[in-house]
């Protein structure tokens, strides 16, 4: 059974761009996860979606934002890129909405901002 | 902020030794998780918890929940080379559904 994948698995922007990120998740897995985790730090939860709408964000600004696709893949844009943008960002999924649901994660996107 | 605090930041030991980390948190929670890192990599579930539960195994893996104390703990026991990676908990907290909350991590290195 396939994993998590994430596409690109790296990717340079400079300061104002935009940026594209790409996830699929597990077959039959309704829920996508993403988290920024900076070098050295923990994860920070930034969205979920689950049935094609978005549950609950972390504490980002609006200019990272995404959307689920009807396929429940899904992708994290974040514009107007600032320096501190720079990290991993990891793509999460899960079986959908409940109680005690382990996430299996992909490989990430490592994203440098010049 | 951060639900998840481990503790140490970083340990180093000889292999076949014991490793233990530890993880404390601040509201109530559903469950916590075990999530192992390599080098910048994605997570690999390791184990689940749930609140009701104080003690689970998992081959060389233990795992202790006191939600009086909020605070878990993993021990890994016979370390192997193979065990080098960043251990992160992450708890899923009432009314939030699926986010979890992660810490910092334990960088845990085993020196063959």
């Known amino acids: 059974e396939a994993g998590v994948t994430q596409s690109p698995t790296h990717l340079i922007k400079t300061r104002g761009q935009q940026a594209t990120l790409r996830c699929s998740p597990i077959s039959g897995h309704t829920s996508v996860y993403w988290y920024q985790q900076a070098l050295g730090l923990g994860l920070q939860f930034l969205l979920w979606?689950?049935?094609?709408?978005?549950?609950n964000r972390g504490n980002f600004p609006p200019r990272f934002s995404g959307r689920q696709f009807p396929n429940y893949s899904s992708e994290l844009n974040v514009n107007a890129l600032e320096l501190e943008d720079s990290a991993l960002y990891l793509c999460?999924?899960?079986?959908?909405?409940?109680?005690?649901?382990?996430?299996?994660f992909g490989p990430g996107t490592r994203l440098l901002v010049l | 902020s951060q639900q998840g605090e481990e503790d140490p930041q970083a340990l180093s030991i000889q292999e076949g030794e014991n490793a233990t980390m530890n993880c404390s948190y601040k509201?109530?929670?559903?469950?916590l998780q075990w999530y192992r890192q390599n080098s910048g990599r994605g997570l690999v579930h390791l184990i689940l918890?749930?609140?009701?539960?104080r003690e689970k195994h998992s081959g060389r893996l233990r795992v202790t929940l006191d939600t009086s104390k909020k605070s878990s703990s993993l021990l890994i026991t016979a370390s192997r080379a193979a065990d080098t990676a960043s251990y992160f908990c992450?708890?899923?907290?009432?009314?939030?559904?699926?986010?979890?909350?992660f810490g910092t991590g334990t960088s845990l290195t085993v020196i063959p």
């Open positions: 979606y689950d049935e094609g709408e978005e549950r």
């Open positions: 918890i749930r609140s009701n539960e």
């Open positions: 992450a708890t899923e907290t009432w009314n939030t559904g699926n986010q979890f909350y």
């Open positions: 999460a999924s899960s079986l959908g909405s409940g109680n005690v649901e382990t996430q299996y």
């Open positions: 509201t109530s929670i559903n469950n």
